[in-house]
C-alpha cells in the first residue's frame, strides 16, 4: 500500500483540485442558502424585515395576519407578505438553490470505464493460454480544468445570490410606491371633505343672506357651483381608489379582494444621515450590478477551463489478463513452471490526443467574448443606477423642503387668510369670490402637502432601492 501512496499523490496533483478545496465555496453557499429559508427569504440588510413566514411549499400566509397587527407597521406587513408570496422572488430563490447544485456537477470526475473481453483464439504463453482480459479505466482533466469549472459555478451561484437580493429590493420599492399612492389618494379625499363640509356651512350663510336680503342670488350660486365640483372631484376619487387597490393587490401578490389599510403614517421629513458619497459608493455596489460582475468573473473562469480543454486529458488504466493452467504434457520435461496459470495483471498510463485544436480555440474566444460583454453591461448597470440614485436624492430633498415650507409658511399663512376672509365675509365686507378664492387656495396646499408627505416617502424607497441597504434618517429636515 505504501508503493501506491507516490501515485496517489501523483493523481491528485494530475487532477489539480483537493476535496477540500472543491467543496469550500459550495458549503459556504449552502450555509447562505440555508440562512435565508423559512422564515427568512431575505440575506444581508433585508433580513431584518418583520411579519409572515414565507413557505416554499406553496402555503400563502394567512392575510389575518398582515392586517391585524400593529395599525402603524401595516407597510412593513405589507412588505414581508410580498416577500413571501410573490412569485418572482419564489423563483428567484429556486433559481439560485438550483445554481448551488450545480457547484457538484462540476467537480465530478470522468466516470471511469470498464470493459470485457474474451479471447476467442487464446494466446498461448510459457504459464497457460490466455482467455480473457478485464480492464478498468480512469481519465483525470488536465490539471485546473476542474478547479475552474467548480470556479465558474460557484460564482454563478453568488451572481444568482444578488439578484435575489436585487430582486427583493425591487419588490419592496414596488409596495412602497404602490403604498404611498393609495395613502395619499385617501389623504387628499379627506381634505376634499372636508372642505367639502366648510363649503356647505358657507352655502348655509349664503341662503341666511338672501333670506335676510343681505346677500345676492348670484352668490349663493357661485358658492353651490364651488361646492358641486369638489363633490365632482371625490366622486372621481372613488373608481381612482379601485385602480389603486388593484395595484396594490398587484404587487403584493392578492388576488382576493382583501380590504388594503394605509394606516401606516409617512416618515418624517429628514434627509439621509449618511454623506451622500458613501451612499453613491454603495450605490456602485449595487446587488443587480455587482451580479453582473460575479457572472462577468464566472466567464473568466469557464474561459480558463475551456483552455484546459486544449491540453490533453490524463488516463491510468489497470488490465487483468485470466489465464488458464498449463498442460505439463505440453511443457518441455512434463513440469509446469511454478507461476503456471497465473493471471497476468498490468497498470498502463495515457494520454488523450487533443486534435480538434481550433474547435476549441473558438469556445475560448466565446468565453473572453461573453466576459467583456457582461463588462459593458455592467457599466451600464452602474450608470443607470447612479442616476437612479441621484435622481431619488434630488426627489428627495425637494420633497422634504416642500414639506416643511407647507407645513412651517404657506398652509399657517392661508388658514389665517381664510379666517379672516369668512369673518369679512359674514360681515359683508369682502364679496364670495375672494371667500372661494381662499378656501380653494388652502385646499390646494393641503393637497399639495399630501403628495409632497406621499412623494418624500416614495423617494426614499426609490433611494434605498438605488443603494441597496436600508438609508439611516436624520432628524435634521431640508432647509
Known sequence: MLRLLPTALLLAALVGVSPAHARQPEAELRDDLEASRPGSLQTGDMASRNGVTPDHDGVVPDWDSVTNGDPTSVLSSYTAYALATRPEILAAFSRWEASIHAVARQRRLPDPTLSAAYFIRSVETRVGPQRARLSLQQAFPWPG??????????????????????????????????YWSLWELRQTRE????????????????????TAGSGTFAALQQVDLAAARLRDRIDA???????????????????????????????AATLPAEPT???????????????????????????????????????????????????PSLTHGGTAPPDAGQDAVALGVGLSIPLWQRNTTRAVDAARAQQSALGYDQRAAENANLAAFGRSLSALRDAARRVDTYNAVLIPQAETT?????????????????????QEELLD???????????????????????????????????
Open 145 to 178: 480544468e476542474l478547479t475552474a469549472g467548480v470556479d465558474a459555478a460557484s460564482l454563478q451561484a453568488r451572481a444568482a445570490q444578488r439578484q435575489f437580493d436585487a430582486l427583493t429590493l425591487t419588490v419592496t420599492a414596488e409596495v412602497a410606491e404602490a
Open 191 to 210: 381634505i376634499h371633505e372636508v372642505h367639502l363640509t366648510v363649503l356647505n356651512t358657507l352655502s348655509s350663510t349664503s341662503k341666511g343672506q338672501v
Open 237 to 267: 376619487m372613488d373608481e381612482l381608489e379601485s385602480s389603486l387597490q388593484w395595484w396594490l393587490r398587484g404587487v403584493l401578490g392578492v388576488q382576493e379582494p382583501h380590504p388594503l389599510p394605509t394606516t401606516t403614517p409617512p416618515p
Open 277 to 327: 458619497d458613501a451612499l453613491a459608493a454603495d450605490a456602485r455596489q449595487h446587488p443587480k450590478i455587482d451580479a453582473i460582475g460575479l457572472q462577468a468573473e464566472a466567464w473568466d473562469h469557464l474561459a480558463r477551463k475551456e483552455a484546459a480543454a486544449r491540453a490533453p486529458d490524463f488516463k491510468v488504466g489497470l488490465d487483468w489478463i485470466i489465464t488458464d493452467a498449463i498442460d
Open 418 to 438: 381664510l379666517s379672516s376672509t369668512l369673518s369679512a365675509y359674514a360681515t359683508g365686507h369682502v364679496d364670495i369670490a375672494a371667500t372661494l378664492r381662499a
Open 445 to 479: 396646499l393641503r393637497t399639495q402637502l399630501v403628495r409632497a408627505q406621499a412623494d418624500h416617502a416614495r423617494a426614499w424607497a426609490a433611494l434605498e432601492q438605488a443603494v441597496g441597504r436600508p438609508v439611516p434618517s436624520t432628524a435634521e429636515s431640508a432647509p
